[in-house]
């Protein structure tokens, strides 16, 4: 089993819609990221824990929310999907040592 | 955080040595470079990190000059399973995934 997975793996969704994408993790780390990534291009970070009760913005968190129910648990929320938030999204984990453990992505697709 | 620069593409063949260089001109006196290595659709995958000198892995070995404001990712003897996006990161080791993740170079291995 992956150490960091995420659900749903492909999603299809119509605008105006909330979207959950959620991540668990069974390494243990306190960090936890969410990241974005556009064809062609490089991840982008959208929302990063620290701990349970720490929830900081990245780069471009406009129309993202994030949730950390848990030590191991780390979910982003579309509350009104667009167009343009089509992409893979990447639920990524940290022990604070330098190495990303990265979840093998989440697919949305808002028609 | 420190902004890097690769090369977008490069191309290579079955058993050759390929180095792939990033400058990251305004690197902190406290930052890691670390790199990353990602097959379509699939999560980024840690390859090695480096502070100064030389680090070599199972896979890799990191270069970093003196001056830590360029280093060369070598990866030797590569094979057609090689072919990937290679990205560079340049920041803190406790804030990893605060890293921004520049486009990557797209690496090409032919038969």
């Known amino acids: 089993d992956a150490d960091v997975t995420q659900t749903p793996r492909n999603r299809i969704t119509k605008t105006g819609k909330r979207i959950m994408l959620e991540c668990s993790q069974t390494?243990?780390?306190?960090?936890m990221y969410w990241y974005r990534q556009d064809p062609g291009l490089g991840l982008q970070l959208i929302y990063y824990?620290?701990?349970?009760?720490?929830?900081n913005k990245g780069e471009i968190s406009d129309g993202y929310s994030v949730s950390r129910q848990a030590q191991a648990k780390f979910s982003l929320s579309l509350e009104s999907a667009i167009p343009n938030q089509t992409a893979l999204y990447f639920c990524?984990?940290?022990?604070?040592?330098?190495?990303?453990?990265f979840g093998e992505g989440s697919r949305l697709t808002v028609l | 955080l420190a902004k890097t620069t690769q090369p977008i593409s490069m191309d290579s063949y079955e058993g050759q040595e390929v180095n792939i260089t990033c400058s990251h001109n305004?690197?902190?006196?406290?930052?890691?470079i670390t790199w990353y290595q990602q097959f379509p659709s699939q999560g980024p995958r840690f390859i090695i990190q480096?502070?100064?000198t030389k680090v070599t892995n199972e896979v890799a070995s990191l270069f970093i000059p003196a001056d830590r404001k360029s280093s060369t990712l070598s990866l030797p003897r590569v094979s057609l399973s090689d072919t990937a996006v290679y990205y560079c990161?340049?920041?803190?080791?406790?804030?990893?995934?605060?890293?921004?993740f520049g486009d990557g170079t797209t690496l090409t291995v032919k038969p």
């Open positions: 990524a984990t940290s022990s604070g040592g330098g190495e990303l453990f």
């Open positions: 824990s620290f701990d349970v009760k720490d929830i």
């Open positions: 990161l340049v920041g803190g080791r406790t804030n990893a995934g605060k890293s921004t």
């Open positions: 305004n690197i902190a006196t406290n930052d890691y």
């Open positions: 390494k243990g780390h306190d960090r």
């Open positions: 480096g502070y100064k």
